[in-house]
């Protein structure tokens, strides 16, 4: 299968190129997702009446 000689290739230590590029783009996704996320109100959930069954 296609994956099973990708993951190796992406994760060994001999193709740092590639772990890195991978390790760079999952951390600029990240800090963008991060960034961009719209804000919550925290003391809005606190208030919320709990209900249980």
Known sequence: MFLNSLCPLIKGTGQGVFM???L???TYVFLIAFIAAPPVD???LVSLPIQYI
Do not use: M, N, V
């Open 20 to 22: 890195i590029a991978t």
């Open 42 to 44: 925290i003391e809005c």
């Open 24 to 26: 760079l783009t999952a």
